[in-house]
């Protein structure tokens, strides 16, 4: 079978798996063409077996949706400030006036992080920004696994307690 075959046979297939399994259908139809974006490139490498073709497919969308959920819950900062700080966004804004509020909400992110423990800020740094795995960061500080994930609770929770007044989800 071409790869188009394989498209118009499992991508309704794989849609309806991904969207059964929770991610949303919009989300199911980007992992889906993602998924085939993948395929297309080894087509060179792929057997004529239907069945395998078919386990690569489903294997590829689990790992792609697997890395999307990790990237997403990773430290997201809103860009607003708190209604009493700030007023509401006004859609006739300046770039000026989002650029003030923006740099603002930099300043207060970096106070938040200056008054973190160092040895907290610098494991959770190197997990939420560096991107680093939990045995990366042990082996780099030189201390157990535990106790990086234990810095890294702590240090979520001690910003979760500095910024409490502003929109930021962790």
Known sequence: MTIEEHYKTLAPKLTNWLVATGSPYVEACDLVQNTFLKIWKMKDDLRDDDAAVSGLVFTIARNLRKNLARDNSR????EEIREEDAGSVDPGELPSETAARSADLRRRLSEAFAKLPPILREAY???QIGEMSI????NQTGVSENLVKVRIFRAKEKLREILSGMRVTF
């Open 75 to 78: 430290l997201t900062f809103v």
């Open 125 to 127: 740094t190197l997990f």
């Open 135 to 138: 045995r990366e960061i042990a």
